[in-house]
């Protein structure tokens, strides 16, 4: 079966990509859900336009197969691309330069027709080579400030609902989160922690991204994660790269020091003691 998979995926970029047969991708990727980053998450109508705005932008196309693995239904494929920029994508006029990208994707083939995507690829490459990297904007600085001192210092939960509104979140103790259960953390959040305060330690911007490190304090006054309230005062400190589109946040990523966070609240044993007991 993972030969097949693989098989499959190769007719997918020889026969539809390098070829322009745009029929068979619209049967290939008929029943998939595709994920992006520049572009979220695809599928239906909006899959097949992606596609054929694609091969329309750039119509000498040439995606190589470097690599390939495979197991069970699930093949990753690890590619270069060579093409001519030779109509809009992405907002981008047409500049007739060339372009040299590589990425991977990972797909999920189920029955002869792939039924998930997730593809990340060398987009800053993309965009540098065509001239067209945007700069980075005081708009998106300036959003993400406000998020941080208005939003969550003075805890404006109908402002942290409105950036968040259209958010994809991730942290390492949820996972990914969006909606309504989205909505319900950042209560939370605000609930056990009602004294919480960031400090933005340093923030970077590039594009429609914005990087912020920070450094927060606050005392543990409500159950949050199936924690009762401890009256701790916990600091933590982290990074977060979050996507700016049309005044919302639309894509967050924080990694922090859940670790130590979690140990002054007591709900995991310093280092050196956890080793203590598993040794006695």
Sequence with gaps: ???????????????????????????????????????????????????????????DIRITIQDQVAEGDKVVTRYSCIGTHKGEFMGLAPTGKQVTVSGMNISRIVEGKIVEAR???DSLGFLQQLGALPQATEASKALYRRLIEEGWNKHNLALLDELYADCVYYNPATGEI????????LASMLAAFPDIRFTIEDLVAEGDKVVTRWSGTSTHQGEFMGL???????????????????????????????????QQLGGVPPLGKAEDKAAA
Excluded at 178 to 185: D, P, R, S, T, V
């Design 228 to 262: 009762a309230p401890t009256g701790k005062q916990v600091t933590v400190s982290g990074m977060t790269s979050s996507r700016i589109v049309g005044g919302k946040n639309v894509e967050e990523r924080v990694e922090m020091d859940t670790l130590r966070f979690f």
């Design 119 to 121: 593809e990340e690829w």
């Design 178 to 185: 969006k909606g309504e259960a989205l909505k319900q953390f």
């Design 1 to 59: 079966m993972s030969e097949e998979n693989k098989a499959l995926f190769r007719r997918v970029i020889e026969e539809g990509y390098n070829k322009h047969n745009l029929a068979l991708l619209d049967e290939l990727y008929a029943d998939c859900v595709w994920y992006r980053p520049e572009t979220g998450e695809l599928k239906g109508e909006a899959l097949k336009q992606y596609v054929a705005s694609l091969l329309a932008a750039v119509p």
